[in-house]
C-alpha cells in the first residue's frame, strides 16, 4: 500500500508537467481558454503594473482567493507568459486532493478514486490551465471533510476560502449555516468569505455588487436555448453529463438515494455545485461549459466508494469497482481533448466554447496579435486598446507587462482615454464596435475611447492631430505617436 501511496503522489506530479509541456509546445501557452489569461493578469496586474500596481486590482466579477495563490507564481515572467504559473499553482491543489482523498477513503478506495481523479482528461486539462476549478474541488473536499468529522473550526476556515474562491460555494455556506444554526453559535461565521466581498466591493469601488454590475459581467449571459424551459434543461443536463462523465453519474446517483436511505444527509453538500448550475441554467445565468460541471466530480467519485464503505459482501463491491472503473476509463472519446485541445463534444450543443477548452483559440489569437505587430517596435511603449480581455492575449502574445498596458484595471483610465497622447505612444483602435464596446462607453461616463473615435468626430480628429495609421486589418487600426 504504500508503494501504491508514494506511486500516485508521484503521477500527481509527473502527469500534469509533462502534458502542461507538450500543450505548450503545441498551443504556445498551458491555459485553455481566454479565462484564463484573464485569471493570470489580474495576479500580474496586482504585482507588476507600475504605479498602479495595487490590491484594488484583485477585479471585477472574480472572486480573489485563487489571483492571490497565483502572485507567487507570477514574479516570474516566464511563468507568467508561458501560462506555466498557473500550471505549477494547480500541481500543488492537485497534490492536495490526492493527499485528502487518501484521508477521506480507506483503502482501497482511496487508491480508486485518486486513480480516477488523476486519470480523468477535463480535471488534467484544468489542472494545466490558470483557472480556479481544481481550487475549487480541494476547498470542497476539505469542506466535506472537515463536515464528516464535524470540526467546525477547520469547516469554517475552508466555506471561507470556498466562498472567495467561486460563487458555486454560496449555497454550501447557506447549507451549513442551517443545520449547524441549532448546534454552534459560529454559524454565522459562515457567511464570513460573502460579507468580506460584499465590503470590499463597496470600500474601493462604492457598489457591494460591483462584481456583478460591471460590464464585464452585466448581461453577459443569455444564450443558453434551454433556459425557463425545465424539460428542455434536464434533457440538455443529461445529455451533457452522459457526455463528460459516461454512465458515472448513474451510479453515482444510486449510491447517493442508498446513502441518503442510510441517514448519511452530510453527502447532499458535494451535489450542490450540480444543482447550483443547473439552477442558474434556468435562469440563464450560467452556461453549459465542461468546467462547471467539473465542480460536481467530487460527488461523482466520492460517493460510490462511500457507498460500497456500507457493503459487506465482497463479489459485490468487486463487481461495483469494476462497473465504476470500466465506465469511466472507457469512455474514450473524452480523452480526445488530450489531443485536439478541445471539449470532445464542441459541435453537439448550441452554444458558444470560447470561454471553455478551446486551446486551437488560444493558439489563434497568440499568432494574430503576434503577426500583427510584428513590423512594430514596442520596446517602452506605453499602449492603450480595448477594455476587453484582448488586452490580455495581447499581454501574453508579446511578452508585454500590465505595466506598459493602460486598460480598464487602471485607475485614471478615463483621464488616459480622454488625453491619450499624454500618456501613450500606441493606440489600438477597434473596427468593429462589438455590444462590449458600447457597454464600457456606458460604463465610464460616454468616454469609451474606440466608441468616440467613431461617434465624435471632435474626437477623431483630436487623436488624428496626435497620432498617424500604421496598420489595419478587419479587426483592429494601430496608431503611432507623432
Known sequence: MKFLKILIFFLTIIIPLFTGLSFYQRFLNTSSCLDGFSHLYIAKNIIHNGKYSTIKNLGTCWLPFYHLLLIPFIFLDELYFTGFAGTFLNIIILFLIIFYLFKLLPYPYSLFSSLLFLS???????????????????????????????????????????????????????????????????VFLFFSGILFWLIWNYLLFSDPFYFYNHPVTKNTCGILPYAFNIKELLNFNIKILKNLFFYLPIISFFSFFYLIYKKSFKLILLTLPLFTHIFLEYFNISLGYARFYLLSFPFFVITPFLFLKNINKKGFK??????????????????????????????????????????????????????????????????????????QVFSFALKIRPEDIFDAYDDEIISIMKEPEKYCEILIIENHLDDFSFRF????????????????KDYQRKILNHFYLVKSDSKYSIYLKK
Do not use: A, C, W
Not at 124 to 137: A, F, G, K, Q
Not at 327 to 334: A, V
Open 318 to 391: 468487486i463487481v461495483f469497482i469494476f462497473l465504476i472503473l470500466f465506465g469511466f476509463l472507457f469512455n474514450p472519446s473524452i480523452f480526445s481533448v488530450l489531443t485536439t485541445g478541445k471539449n470532445h463534444y464542441i459541435n453537439k450543443f448550441p452554444y458558444g466554447h470560447h470561454l471553455d477548452i478551446n486551446y486551437p483559440l488560444v493558439k489563434e489569437k497568440i499568432l494574430y496579435f503576434q503577426n500583427l505587430f510584428k513590423d512594430i517596435d514596442l520596446k517602452k511603449k506605453k499602449i492603450l486598446i480595448p477594455s476587453r480581455q484582448e488586452f
Open 120 to 186: 480523468y482528461p477535463y480535471l488534467l486539462v484544468y489542472t494545466l490551465s490558470p483557472m480556479t476549478e481544481v481550487l475549487t474541488i480541494l476547498l470542497l473536499i476539505l469542506t466535506f471533510y472537515y463536515f464528516l468529522k464535524d470540526d467546525i473550526n477547520k469547516l469554517i476556515i475552508s466555506v471561507i476560502l470556498g466562498s472567495l474562491t467561486r460563487y458555486e460555494f454560496y449555497p454550501i455556506v447557506f447549507f451549513l449555516f442551517f443545520y449547524y444554526f441549532k448546534k454552534s453559535k459560529k
Open 441 to 456: 462607453h456606458k460604463y465610464f461616463k460616454n468616454n469609451y475611447y474606440s466608441v468616440l473615435f467613431f461617434k465624435n
